[in-house]
């Protein structure tokens, strides 16, 4: 379980997040949902460790941050963190990039690493690029080696910044519906960030709705469909 109690942030001496309180479940996929600049980065960086804010951020009781400080650096955290543009290694092939974290750790040998990443390979169905560029594949299939780079590695929880953003619609429906199969398959913990509101309702299991750094409302895609909320209704508008 993750979580924020009573975080403050600011840049400079503009507040992005006041006095948010905020609980992620284990094993679920929650969706932070908010319009550009609403604060949904913010609280994803803040969750893995890439910024220090007021307040407290707790995984699996453990605390990560404390009032400005971080306690505990993001590669300790045990999470895989996916940005909109991936940062795939261009000199590197698919399985190199992949590997790379691995080989990294030095925690085991060259035949289980190769095992491990054809294992991820296969679960998408890009055996056959594993000797490919990042430049030789679509952009479908680069978010998904993104994705196995993180997974190899086998976090407990898995933060994705827009990482369909730049894809077609058919696309982004097939990745949607792998990002649900690897969840239950990898027992992972996701948090989903997105502006796309039709993106949060084919995935989600819970919804955070976010205005400028607020939570407006929290539920499952039923009840936020069905939300009261003023905000809510208007942003689910657009
Ligand atoms: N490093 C930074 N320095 C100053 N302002 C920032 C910085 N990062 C984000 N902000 C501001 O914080 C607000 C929330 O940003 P962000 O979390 O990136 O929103 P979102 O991901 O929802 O689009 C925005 O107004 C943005 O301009
Ligand atoms: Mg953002």
Not at 7 to 30: P, R, V
Not at 54 to 59: E, L, P, R
Not at 75 to 103: E, M, S, Y
Not at 195 to 215: P, Q, S, T, V, Y
Request: net charge negative.
């Amino acid at each position: 379980m993750i979580e924020l109690k009573n975080i403050h942030k600011s840049y400079g001496n503009k507040a992005i997040i006041q006095n948010l309180d905020l609980i992620i479940k284990d094993n679920e996929l929650t969706c932070l949902l908010g319009s550009s600049g609403s604060g949904k980065s913010t609280i994803l960086r803040i969750i893995a460790g890439l910024e220090a804010a007021q307040g407290d951020v707790t995984i699996d009781n453990k605390l990560m941050n404390h009032n400005n400080e971080i306690l505990i650096p993001p590669h300790k955290r045990n999470l895989g963190f996916i940005f909109q543009d991936l940062a795939l290694w261009p000199h590197f092939t698919v399985f190199d990039n992949i590997a790379f974290g691995l080989k990294e750790q030095k925690k085991i040998s060259t035949e289980q690493i190769h095992d491990k990443v054809m294992e991820m390979l296969s679960f998408f169905d890009l055996q056959e690029h594993s000797d490919k560029y990042p430049n030789q594949l679509s952009g479908g299939q680069q978010q998904l080696v993104a994705i196995s780079r993180s997974l190899v590695l086998e976090p407990k929880i898995l933060l994705m910044d827009e990482p369909l953003a730049n894809l077609d619609v058919k696309l982004k429906r097939k990745i949607l519906d792998l990002i649900k199969k690897l969840k239950s398959e990898f027992n992972l913990t996701i948090v989903y960030v997105t502006h796309d509101h039709k993106e949060a309702f084919a995935i989600a299991d819970n919804i955070i709705i976010l205005n400028k750094g607020n939570i407006e409302a929290i539920g499952n895609v039923d009840e936020i469909k069905n939300s009261e909320n003023e905000f809510t209704k208007y942003f689910l508008e657009y």
